[in-house]
């Protein structure tokens, strides 16, 4: 049976990278290697200016309906304007709210072709292959109270509150073990559980989860040392877990160990469906919609088709397949080839059509 691929393209250079995973796509379906279904809606400043909404009610039944949304970018000066309920940011919003995209991961790859690019040394990120898995939609960013009181004597005071239920960590921790079945096999819990209770608990049902997962090793981490190993030996990781305060600072210090925006995938991903097992997911890269090169052939497409192929890592269980994707970026950028924004002394310039050929065609080779 075919599987069903939602594509959101978005605004800006998102519907430029987007048309390169078209490309992939219709490639691997005719060489036999996948049979994805593909339909394409509007999300972002697109879908305002065609329907007054950030993303159509239509458009949401599908990407509810679909095995994976591949997402491009949205945004730009434009839509600057809009009300802000259906500003273009609001239709990803919307989508992370209406799947229940609780997990979020943050993949960082050194390709060795970039190591020099990177602000640490070569010989501490070439080769690097990290998951950060970020819990999304709870946490201190939610808590309440939440708020800011004016103690009337020229004093104010703001609280934010770290609340987690037991759930909450168990299920961001179990797709932390899920996922490093597929990789590395090796889980970090980050927390602070000498500080905080909350950190306390975390740790306690990341202990209980670890023991249905008896081939995956399992280690604790404070989450300041965790930053810190993560600019000293990242290549110690294979998948971190943490909460939504720890997961935004360390996925971000874990990314910008591997050079350009352009190259950043990302994928959230939501609850195993009770009947099917098949978790609700949204594939994107971690850029934006770059207004100040879309139009000029110049993007980057390689977070966007490296974001393609964590779907067919998660989504669809294609490790495989998903590997030779990467190794084919991997490949073109040991020929050299680079777009704009990673260009480097005696490299060839390309633009976004040619990169995506060139990946396409190691596949082929
Ligand atoms: P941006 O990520 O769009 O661009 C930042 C810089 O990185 C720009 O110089 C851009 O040219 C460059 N860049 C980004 N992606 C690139 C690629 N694939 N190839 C080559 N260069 C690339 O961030 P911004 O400029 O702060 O925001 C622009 C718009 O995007 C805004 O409207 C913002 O709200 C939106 N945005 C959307 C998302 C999203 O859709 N998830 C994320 C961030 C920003």
Redesign the pocket.
């Known amino acids: 049976m075919s599987q069903t691929l939602f594509l959101l393209p ?1 605004d ?3 519907t430029e ?1 987007m048309a390169e995973v078209e490309k992939l796509i219709a490639f691997l379906n005719a060489e036999g290697l996948t049979d994805f279904e593909t339909d394409a809606g509007l999300v ?1 400043g697109s879908a305002y200016d065609a329907h007054g909404a950030a993303i159509s009610d239509a458009d949401m039944e599908k990407a509810l309906a679909a095995d994976a949304v591949i ?7 434009k ?1 600057d304007g809009v009300p802000y309920d259906v500003r ?2 609001a239709g ?1 919003l919307r989508l992370r709210k209406d799947l229940a995209l609780f997990a979020n991961l943050r993949p960082a790859i050194c390709y060795p072709a970039l190591a020099d690019a990177s602000s640490l040394k070569r010989e501490i990120v070439e080769g690097l292959d990290l998951l950060v898995v970020r819990e999304l939609t709870g946490g201190v960013y939610f808590g309440e109270p939440k708020e800011i009181t004016d103690l009337g004597n020229g004093q104010k005071r703001a609280v934010d509150t770290q609340v987690y239920e037991s759930y909450e960590i168990d299920r961001i921790c179990r797709v932390a073990f899920d996922l490093a079945g597929t990789r590395g096999k090796k889980v970090h819990s980050a927390d602070k559980k000498n500080v905080m209770k909350s950190g306390v608990l975390w740790d306690e049902i990341a202990h209980q989860v670890a023991k249905d997962y008896p081939g995956i090793a399992f280690e604790h981490i404070l989450a300041d040392n965790a930053a810190m190993q993560l600019v000293r030996n990242p290549k110690q990781f294979d998948v971190i877990v943490t909460d939504n305060l720890f997961g935004d600072v360390l996925s971000d210090a874990a990314a910008m160990l591997t050079g ?3 190259m950043l995938p990302s994928a959230s991903l939501g609850a195993p469906d009770p009947e099917t097992g098949k978790r609700k997911a949204l594939y ?10 879309a139009g000029q052939g ?7 088709i490296a974001s393609f192929a964590m779907a067919l890592r998660y989504s669809f269980e294609m490790v495989e397949l998903a590997d030779r994707v990467e190794k084919a970026i991997a490949d073109v950028l040991e020929d050299g080839l680079r ?3 990673i260009m480097q002394d005696g490299a060839k310039a390309v633009g976004t059509t040619e990169m995506g050929d060139a990946i396409i065609a190691k596949l082929k080779g």
């Open positions: 978005g800006g250079i998102g990278i972002g997402f491009g970018a949205v945004g730009g000066p839509w273009p940011e990803l350009s925006l352009g994107e890269p971690v850029h934006g919609s770059a207004p100040d090169i110049k993007a980057n497409p390689i977070a966007m777009t704009p924004d």
